[in-house]
C-alpha cells in the first residue's frame, strides 16, 4: 500500500548559529522516524517560494517544534526570545493555509501549536515565568514528565483517551486563549493549554513532543495522524 506522503517544513537558521556566514535549514530526524514506524513517508519541506506547490503534494501537514513568537507586551528585564525568522513563519503559515483550503490533516508540536492557534485567531503566552498567575515550570529536561488531562469527547480524547497522561515539557510560550474555530483538547494541572483541535477537521495541536516520548500515546497519536491523512487521500481520489 503506497504511503500517505506527510509535509514537514525544516526550521531556518538565518542568523549564522551553524555556521557564520550561511543560511542552514534543519529538523529533529525524530519527526521523520515517528511519521515513518506510523506507516506515512515523511517529506521535509525547505523554504521556498511556492508552498502551495508543495502542499499540492501531500496527504497531510507536521507544523514542527521551533523557535519563539514576538511578544505582544513587555518582558522583564533579562527575558530575551530566541525568535523564529519572519521569512520560516511566513513560510509555514501559507503550508498551514493550503493545507487548510484542501481540508488535509494537520498535526502541530510545541511552535506548531502555537502556529495552528495564533492563525486560528488565538493568543498566545510569550512567556511564563513572567506571567500572570500561578505557573509550574514547563521547560523541563527531556527525560521528565508532567501531568496532563485530555477533555473527554475531544478527538484527541478518542485517540489517547480521556483523563491523565503524563507528557514532557520543553517549552516556556504556550497558547494563551483559543480561536474560535478551535476547542481545548488538552490542559496541565496548572490550566496551561496542552493541546487544541478544530472543532470540525482533523487538525490538532499538542504543546508537548510527541516524537521524544516512549509513552504508547505517542505512536498512537502519529497512527492516527497517519491514517487521516490516508483517509483524505482516498477521499480526493474518489472525488
Not at 124 to 142: I, M, Q, T, Y
Not at 168 to 196: C, F, K, P, Y
Amino acid at each position: 500500500m503506497d504511503r500517505p506522503r506527510i509535509g514537514i517544513p525544516l526550521c531556518l537558521d538565518d542568523r549564522g548559529r551553524w555556521r557564520p556566514g550561511r543560511d542552514y535549514l534543519y529538523v529533529d530526524h525524530a519527526y521523520a522516524r515517528a511519521i515513518d514506524h506510523a506507516g506515512g513517508l515523511a517529506l521535509h519541506l525547505p523554504v521556498q517560494a511556492d508552498p502551495t506547490g508543495l502542499v499540492a503534494g501531500l496527504d497531510g501537514l507536521l507544523l514542527p517544534g521551533g523557535d519563539d513568537f514576538p511578544s505582544d507586551r513587555s518582558l522583564p528585564e533579562g527575558v530575551e526570545l530566541d525568535l523564529a525568522p519572519a521569512t520560516q513563519v511566513a513560510f509555514d503559515a501559507a503550508l498551514l493555509a493550503a493545507a487548510r483550503v484542501r481540508g488535509l490533516p494537520v498535526l502541530g508540536v510545541c511552535y506548531g501549536m502555537q502556529l495552528l492557534a495564533r492563525d486560528a485567531g488565538g493568543l498566545l503566552e510569550p512567556h511564563l515565568p513572567s506571567a500572570e498567575g500561578d505557573f509550574d515550570v514547563h521547560r523541563l529536561d527531556e527525560a521528565a514528565r508532567h501531568p496532563i488531562s485530555v477533555v473527554p469527547g475531544t478527538r484527541l480524547a478518542s485517540i489517547l483517551g480521556a483523563g491523565a497522561h503524563p507528557v514532557n515539557s520543553l517549552h516556556h510560550q504556550a497558547v494563551r486563549a483559543i480561536g474560535e474555530t478551535h476547542r481545548i483538547a488538552a490542559t496541565a494541572s496548572d490550566g496551561v493549554i496542552e493541546a487544541i483541535e478544530d472543532l470540525d477537521r482533523w487538525e490538532i495541536g499538542v504543546q508537548w513532543h510527541p516524537e521524544k516520548m516512549d509513552e504508547s500515546t505517542s505512536p498512537a497519536l502519529f497512527a492516527a495522524f497517519v491514517e487521516a491523512a490516508r483517509a483524505a487521500r482516498g477521499r480526493e481520489r474518489v472525488g
